[in-house]
C-alpha cells in the first residue's frame, strides 16, 4: 500500500522561502503522477503542482513563477520549493499520488487516490 509522508512545511515571512518533501514507500509503479494541492480554512482543495515519471510539470496559475515541483526517483521523494511566499499561500498542502500512469488531464483532487496527511505553512505578512 502507498504510503506519502509531507514534511517541511512552517511559518515564513511574506517574501520568504519554504521547501516541502514528500517521501513515497510502497510504491512498486515505474511511472505515476505525483501532485502538491492546498487547502486554507473555508476554501476548496486546490492543485498547486504537478510531475509525471518524465519530470513533466504543470503549474497553477496562482504559482506559476515562484513554485517549483522537483522529484528523485532514487530518494522515492517530490519536492515544491516555494518561493517569493505570500500570505495568501497560507494553507495546508497535501501530496498526492496517481500511479501507474501520467497525469494527462488529472488536476482534480479526486484524480487521485493516495494522499498525505498535509503539512501546515503559514506565511506572514
Known amino acids: 500500500q502507498v504510503q506519502l509522508v509531507e514534511s517541511g512545511g512552517g511559518s515564513v515571512q511574506a517574501g520568504g522561502s519554504l521547501r516541502l518533501s514528500c517521501g513515497i514507500s510502497?510504491?512498486?509503479?515505474?511511472?505515476?503522477?505525483m501532485a502538491w494541492f492546498r487547502q486554507a480554512p473555508g476554501k476548496e482543495r486546490e492543485g498547486v503542482a504537478q510531475i509525471d515519471s518524465n519530470g513533466h510539470t504543470v503549474y497553477s496559475d496562482s504559482v506559476k513563477g515562484r513554485f517549483t515541483i522537483s522529484n528523485d526517483n532514487a530518494k522515492n521523494t517530490v519536492y515544491l520549493r516555494m518561493n517569493s511566499l505570500k500570505p495568501d499561500d497560507t494553507a495546508v498542502y497535501y501530496c498526492?499520488?496517481?500511479?501507474?500512469?501520467?497525469?494527462?488531464?488529472?488536476?482534480?483532487?479526486?484524480?487521485?487516490?493516495?494522499w498525505g496527511r498535509g503539512t501546515q505553512v503559514t506565511v506572514l505578512a
Open positions: 498526492a499520488a496517481r500511479l501507474g500512469g501520467d497525469c494527462w488531464g488529472k488536476t482534480y483532487a479526486s484524480d487521485f487516490p493516495s
Open positions: 510502497g510504491n512498486s509503479y515505474s511511472t505515476y503522477c
